[in-house]
């Protein structure tokens, strides 16, 4: 069956402009992940989505960050007012449940803030 | 807080050898979970190994192992006869408690190049 798939691929943004990152986990899955990972580094939780309970928001960096997932489908990731420190690539996860213990990624969105 | 640690920036192994990368980790929770991941230059995150911190037994995959040693809060990937195709960076991570988020907390990764 068909992967986590993230859209776009690639976003090179001014920046100040805000993104709009979009993620679509796998059918049936209820958990989904956002993660960020900096060139070169490990992946930094971003937040958490689970079925219809409040999402764990407590790896978003600032204000400017925002996701909403409707049910259990697709979220998306926005990023207001973008800065040059938020070039990354942002990884988004899902798996069958919180316990459960493979997450699935996509291939990632590379942000580029010029 | 919880942590990972990855002490080794870059590894080489010989083909066909063995290697053995380290990660350590930091937890007061009981109830962990320890997760090795596989990231080629494609960016792809690919799962390689579980392992839970009631298990018993040491985690296997193929070939790959888990060295989980509790007490001394360390969770070692042992690739056996190392191929080319192994050459990537190579992320350990913990979930904490009894899953209530499941989010995952990476170290900073071992990038491992494979001789032929």
């Known amino acids: 069956g068909a992967g986590v798939s993230q859209s776009p691929s690639n976003k090179v943004t001014e920046k100040g402009k805000d993104v709009e990152l979009r993620c679509d986990p796998i059918?049936?899955?209820?958990?989904l992940y956002w993660y960020r990972q900096r060139l070169g580094q490990g992946l930094e939780f971003l937040i958490y989505?689970?079925?219809?309970?409040?999402?764990?928001k407590s790896g978003l960096p600032s204000d400017r960050f925002s996701a909403e997932r409707t049910g259990e489908s697709v979220s998306t990731l926005t990023i207001q007012r973008t800065q040059q420190e938020d070039s990354a690539v942002y990884l988004c996860a899902s798996s069958l449940g919180p316990s459960a213990y493979e997450q699935y990624f996509g291939p990632g969105t590379r942000l580029t803030v010029t | 807080a919880q942590k990972i640690t990855q002490t080794q920036p870059g590894m080489f192994v010989q083909e066909k050898e063995a290697v053995t990368l380290d990660c350590t980790y930091d937890t007061s929770d009981p109830s962990y979970g320890l997760f090795w991941y596989k990231q080629p230059s494609s960016g792809e995150m690919i799962f390689l190994i579980y392992q839970g911190s009631y298990d018993q037994q040491n985690a296997t995959e193929g070939r790959y192992s888990l060295n989980f040693q509790k007490a001394r809060k360390s969770a070692n990937l042992v690739i056996s006869a190392s191929q080319l195709g192994d050459s990537a960076m190579y992320f350990c991570a913990m979930r904490e408690g009894t899953g209530n988020t499941g989010k995952l907390i990476f170290g900073q990764g071992t990038t491992l190049q494979v001789k032929p």
């Open positions: 059918s049936g899955h209820t958990a």
């Open positions: 989505f689970q079925g219809n309970s409040a999402p764990d």
